[in-house]
C-alpha cells in the first residue's frame, strides 16, 4: 500500500517550471512534505525553490542541478535525494528535447541522438537510478512524461512520435517487471500544454506552429494548461491509486481519443 502523502518524499526532474513544476507544487499541496527540484540552470532552480516555497509555506523544498541525458548526472541527483530525505516513494520524469517539430526528410543526424537522449535516454537513466532506492524504500510511484504524439501518428513528428512510444512502452514494461517490489510506473500523455516552454518553443516556429494551431482547434474541452496535468499525477503517486500501474493515460482537451 503507497504510504499517505504526508509520509512521503518526492523527486521532479526537469521541474524549475511548467508541467513538473506545477505538480510539486500540488504534491505539496496535497500533504507531500520534502520536495526534490531539477534542472539544469542553477538560478532558474533557485527562483523555483522560492517560488514553490511561496505557495506551500512551511515545504521543505531543495534543487539539485543534473543534466538527466546523463546517467552520472541522474545517479547524483537520486543521491542528492537520498542524502537529503533518506529516501524517496515519488519520481517523475519530465523531460523533453530542444527541437520543434519538422519533417524527418530534413533531420540531421545528430538531431537524431540527441532526441534519443533528451526524449527516452533520459527517462530510463533516472529510472534506472532511481529504481534501487526505490526498491530499499519497500515500493513507491514513477510517473513519466510522453506525449500523444507517440499514439497518434502526425507528420513532422516522426521522431518525437517514436521516442515517446518508446516512453509509454519501457513504462509499462517496468510497471510489469517492478510490481513485484510494490513500485507502481506510469506514463501521462499530454498533447499541446500552454503555460510552458515547450508551447513557446513550437509556437515559435512557422512549421509546428501551424500544426499546434490545428490542434487546438479540435480541443473542444479547453487547450490543456500545467494545472490539468497535475492532479491526474498526484492521484496516480497516491493511496487511492494503490493498485493501478503501467497505464498511459492521455490529457489533451479532447484532441483525439488515444
Same mark, same amino acid.
Do not use: W
Given at each position: 500500500?503507497?504510504?499517505?502523502? @504526508?509520509?512521503?518524499?518526492?523527486?521532479?526532474?526537469?521541474?524549475?517550471?511548467?508541467?513538473?513544476?506545477?505538480?510539486?507544487?500540488?504534491?505539496?499541496?496535497?500533504?507531500?512534505?520534502?520536495?526534490?527540484?531539477?534542472?539544469?540552470?542553477?538560478?532558474?532552480?533557485?527562483?523555483?525553490?522560492?517560488?514553490?516555497?511561496?505557495?506551500?509555506?512551511?515545504?521543505?523544498?531543495?534543487?539539485?542541478?543534473?543534466?538527466?541525458?546523463?546517467?552520472?548526472?541522474?545517479?547524483?541527483?537520486?543521491?542528492?535525494?537520498?542524502?537529503?530525505?533518506?529516501?524517496? #516513494?515519488?519520481?517523475?520524469? @519530465?523531460?523533453?528535447?530542444?527541437?520543434?517539430?519538422?519533417?524527418?526528410?530534413?533531420?540531421?543526424?545528430?538531431?537524431? #541522438?540527441?532526441?534519443?537522449?533528451?526524449?527516452?535516454?533520459?527517462?530510463?537513466?533516472?529510472?534506472?537510478?532511481?529504481?534501487?532506492?526505490?526498491?530499499?524504500?519497500?515500493?513507491?510511484?514513477?510517473?513519466?512524461?510522453?506525449?500523444?504524439?507517440?499514439?497518434?501518428?502526425?507528420?513532422?513528428?516522426?521522431?518525437?512520435?517514436?521516442?515517446?512510444?518508446?516512453?509509454?512502452?519501457? @513504462?509499462?514494461?517496468?510497471?510489469?517487471?517492478?510490481?513485484?517490489?510494490?513500485?507502481?510506473?506510469?506514463?501521462?500523455?499530454?498533447?499541446?500544454?500552454?503555460?510552458?516552454?515547450?508551447? #513557446?518553443?513550437?509556437?515559435? #516556429?512557422?512549421?509546428?506552429?501551424?500544426?499546434?494551431?490545428?490542434?487546438?482547434?479540435?480541443?473542444?474541452?479547453?487547450?490543456?494548461?500545467?494545472?490539468?496535468?497535475?492532479?491526474?499525477?498526484?492521484?496516480?503517486?497516491?493511496?487511492?491509486?494503490?493498485?493501478?500501474?503501467?497505464?498511459?493515460?492521455?490529457?489533451?482537451?479532447?484532441?483525439?481519443?488515444?
Amino acid at each position: 500500500m503507497p504510504r499517505p502523502y @504526508s509520509e512521503c518524499s518526492a523527486v521532479l526532474t526537469g521541474s524549475s517550471g511548467g508541467i513538473a513544476f506545477e505538480i510539486a507544487c500540488q504534491l505539496a499541496e496535497a500533504g507531500v512534505p520534502r520536495i526534490m527540484l531539477n534542472g539544469r540552470n542553477p538560478e532558474t532552480g533557485r527562483q523555483a525553490v522560492e517560488r514553490l516555497q511561496r505557495r506551500v509555506p512551511g515545504a521543505d523544498v531543495r534543487f539539485t542541478t543534473a543534466d538527466m541525458t546523463r546517467h552520472a548526472d541522474a545517479a547524483r541527483l537520486m543521491k542528492a535525494a537520498v542524502d537529503a530525505f533518506g529516501g524517496f #516513494d515519488i519520481l517523475f520524469n @519530465s523531460i523533453g528535447g530542444e527541437k520543434a517539430p519538422g519533417v524527418f526528410e530534413r533531420v540531421k543526424p545528430e538531431q537524431i #541522438d540527441a532526441a534519443l537522449y533528451s526524449h527516452l535516454g533520459s527517462v530510463m537513466f533516472s529510472c534506472l537510478a532511481a529504481m534501487p532506492i526505490l526498491i530499499v524504500r519497500g515500493g513507491g510511484t514513477i510517473v513519466n512524461i510522453a506525449s500523444d504524439a507517440g499514439k497518434v501518428a502526425t507528420p513532422g513528428e516522426a521522431i518525437i512520435g517514436g521516442c515517446k512510444a518508446g516512453v509509454m512502452m519501457f @513504462s509499462r514494461t517496468l510497471a510489469l517487471e517492478a510490481s513485484r517490489h510494490g513500485i507502481r510506473v506510469h506514463c501521462l500523455t499530454p498533447s499541446i500544454v500552454r503555460d510552458t516552454n515547450a508551447y #513557446d518553443r513550437v509556437m515559435a #516556429d512557422d512549421f509546428s506552429r501551424k500544426l499546434f494551431q490545428r490542434a487546438e482547434a479540435k480541443a473542444r474541452l479547453g487547450v490543456v494548461l500545467p494545472s490539468d496535468i497535475a492532479p491526474l499525477a498526484v492521484f496516480l503517486c497516491g493511496p487511492g491509486a494503490a493498485k493501478i500501474t503501467g497505464q498511459a493515460i492521455s490529457v489533451n482537451g479532447g484532441i483525439s481519443a488515444a
